[in-house]
């Protein structure tokens, strides 16, 4: 059975564009993957605490020789581990604040971010070890980006998601929204034709 995994990174809980995208598109997989198991995962109101001496420090002491309460920070963050891992298909909706990712979207990615876990250090250089995702990121904007330099946030998302081993990653962008409603209104156009051909 398919699993996918929707993962809501904005800050704002009513009336974000990337949420409600990102929910018409796993709607979309839903009717391309009869039965499809869907997982819904709000950063917004399950929030992640930001990396700071408590969260490295569990990270980055040996099992066994963890405190109770580094075994219940690791222990959330091996649970979001075991939650990508079980995806077939990941959708993310991530609008853009400030020319990168949300905080909420970071500190998840801080939380997956896991040496020896997601990733691991060859002779080679690094390698992902999270494999065979297919992703579809969903990125609202309030002016157009795309292509410019910019957009930091689209080579940032795929820079990360390739150091865990997620290579396979579609953008889904949704531009303009602030700047008129024609524009807003095409920007939504344009973003619903491009879930129509997923």
């Given at each position: 059975m398919t699993t996918i995994l929707q993962i809501n990174s904005a800050a704002?809980?009513?009336g974000a564009q990337s949420t409600l995208?990102?929910?018409?598109?796993?709607?979309k997989l839903q009717q391309s993957n009869p039965g499809a198991k869907v997982v819904v995962r709000d950063l917004l109101a399950d929030a992640l605490p930001h990396l700071d001496d408590a969260?490295?420090?569990a990270f980055f002491t040996?099992?066994?020789q963890r405190t109770p309460e580094q075994q219940a920070i690791a222990a959330r963050s091996d649970a979001l581990i075991a939650e990508l891992q079980a995806a077939d298909i990941v959708v993310i909706g991530a609008p853009m604040y400030n020319f990168g990712v949300s905080t909420q979207l970071k500190a998840y990615f801080d939380q997956l971010a896991r040496a020896g876990i997601t990733f691991r250090y060859t002779e080679n250089g690094p390698e992902g070890l999270v494999k065979g995702k297919k992703v579809y990121v969903v990125s609202a904007r309030g002016g157009k980006y795309a292509g410019t330099p910019a957009d930091s946030q689209t080579p940032y998302i795929k820079t990360f998601l390739g150091f865990i081993g997620i290579t396979d990653v579609d953008f889904i962008y949704a531009e303009g929204l602030n700047m008129g409603p024609d524009a807003a209104s095409a920007a939504l156009a344009g973003a619903r034709e491009a879930i129509a051909t997923v």
């Open positions: 704002r809980s009513q995208l990102a929910t018409e598109l796993t709607a969260v490295l420090g040996p099992a066994e």
